[in-house]
């Protein structure tokens, strides 16, 4: 068996809530999840469901309440944050902001924001090899070169995307998260940015974990999509499967109000009310009773844990 | 039989310290008693002026060229300040993007409606006590005697804009103008307020005015959809009509790029080029720069409009 790219266990995030002693928000909790070389993974779910959290948690932005994460065999949980932060590991998982308005520094020109990662964490310094790499990375994502010399704000939506991905991949990374890559651009901007992504990762044999809450658009470009639902992992299946016969209640909801005009007319099962709250969520309720369409007496006297379903295909519901 | 809202041939510019913005040239646009329009297009392309010059709101900047909005034979752009407002309150309504904005911070949600339905109604006391939570419960917040007594913070976005959309269905208006009223909300939440609007206007024969930048959402849910492109409305069409046999450019174009349950990576496409700059001198057809069937006869004035089927028309010398 090979060594998986990423293996996170347990991964656990949970915040103190102010004014409210001993509260805990589960933000993720107790999520395990595998990427393989090459592969890549979509993310899906409800704003505040933590997808973000989850990103931030793998990249080691943040550190976990509990779990571990192997990137390439290596712990990386190991390591404290500020350790993480110094050590070779850190450039092997990049991410990729969903605004690349906020994520680049609007006083830097593009020159700089690409080349600032591969001096922080290449500790390239040779002004010579530094050109060359971001151009290198500039050709790669089919930034013009004339735009290397200007600010965030003389560039479209677009160029500033690719900027944020010209950044992310000029240190090499062998996994890239994108979080929302391209849910602030339009559509046609959007469908270069998609190639542009499965071009790259063709070419440079990177894995992607792609988070976003659009399901026309992760179908695209995974494999293998993960459904998350106030913090847990409620269902793991092959794409394809994952869209035409989903077990879990919440997915079967969410693949249902993707709209689609070649179901104009059809009854299709939909979702009421809000998601309970995530702060000190019952252990043995599930986290979907309350909006789920089956939730019976034994969802409120066990949580369910994820059961298979089929080949490589998981959900966590006591009725799937 | 005349239409509920008619926009006439309207023209709209901004005089801005950096020149003069042609926001709208020539706008034309009907929509029937229960009817739902869809106004699709990039952003930058004119919807939301035109959203806001259908109730008479413009922007100081603005200066109207020539054209008519009328709404129940109401001549929009001439009528008295005090005539519009009520209007606009009664009989119009409508829906932003950003719900918190639109809501007053420091007042319960449920007073909040109530102000609505005291303004335009007859309903005082236990009756409009009754309303409001008759209003709440029809946007499907649960357990809405609570929830009414709530303050926008309290509440998430999700149910924000159902608060939003509560109010202004309140008043059983003839006309809903919604501007991207779901972006940003999640897919389940969208599907509920859609199926709502599309309820709307089948039984009390409500019409809308859609604008979203999403043409899925507007192939599932509306009747007829416009196509604006800098300015101009490019194609209208009965919405099965529109999507299978696209007769402008643009229209195929915005298409192939919009990812759809069934497309894959290979199949989209991008539109080349940008929107061009709407304070510089503009051609006849302001897509020609980017259009692949330019042809001399483009550049000449007028453009005129092609009738390709009953209630399909397209603003193209080289249709498809
Ligand atoms: N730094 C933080 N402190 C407290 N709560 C947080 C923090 N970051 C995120 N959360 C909470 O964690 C949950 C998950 O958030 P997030 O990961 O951003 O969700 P998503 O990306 O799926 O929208 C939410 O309830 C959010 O309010
Ligand atoms: N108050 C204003 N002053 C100057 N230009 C404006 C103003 N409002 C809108 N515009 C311009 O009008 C065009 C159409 O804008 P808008 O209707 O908001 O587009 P859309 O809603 O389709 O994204 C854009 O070029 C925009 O910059
Ligand atoms: S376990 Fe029960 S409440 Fe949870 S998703 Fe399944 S049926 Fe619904
Ligand atoms: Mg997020
Ligand atoms: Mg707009």
Redesign the interface.
Known sequence: MNTPRLEARHLTKRYPVGGRKGSLLHAVDDVDLVIQPGECVGLVG???CGKSTLARLLARLIDPSEGTIHLDGHDTTALSQAAFVKSPDRARIQVVFQDPTESLNPSFRVYRSISDPITRLLGVEDTGELFDRVHRAADLVGLPRELIQRYPHQL?GGQRARVGIARAIAVEPSLLILDEPTSAL???????I??LL?DLRERLGMSYLFVS?????V???CTRIVVMYLGRVVEVAPTEQL?TAPRHPYTQ??V?????????DEQ?P?????PRSPIDPDPNTCRFHGRCPIGAERCTQEAPVLRTMGDDHVAACHFA | MSALLAIEELSLVFRTRHGTVRALEDVSLTVDRGEIVGVVGESGSGKSVMAYAALGLQDAAAQVLGGRILFGGLDMLNAAPDVLAATRGREVAMIFQSPRTALNPIRKVGQQIADVLLEHTTFRGAALRAQVIEALSRVRIPDPERRAEAYPFELSGGMCQRVMIAMALACSPALLIADEPTTGLDVTTQAVIMDLVREMSRTSRMSTLLITHDLGLAGEYCDRIAVMHAGHIVEIAPTVELLARPAHPYTRQLLASTPTPRTTIADLVSIPGQLPDLRQELPACRFSARCERHIPLCDERPLPWTVVAPGHAVRCRVPL
């Open positions: 409800e704003s505040g479209s339009d559509v046609s901007v959007q469908a270069v998609l190639r499965a809450h659009d399901l026309n658009v179908r695209l470009l869209f909801a969410l249902a109000a993707i709209p689609d005009p070649a179901r104009r299709r939909r979702l009421d009310g809000s």
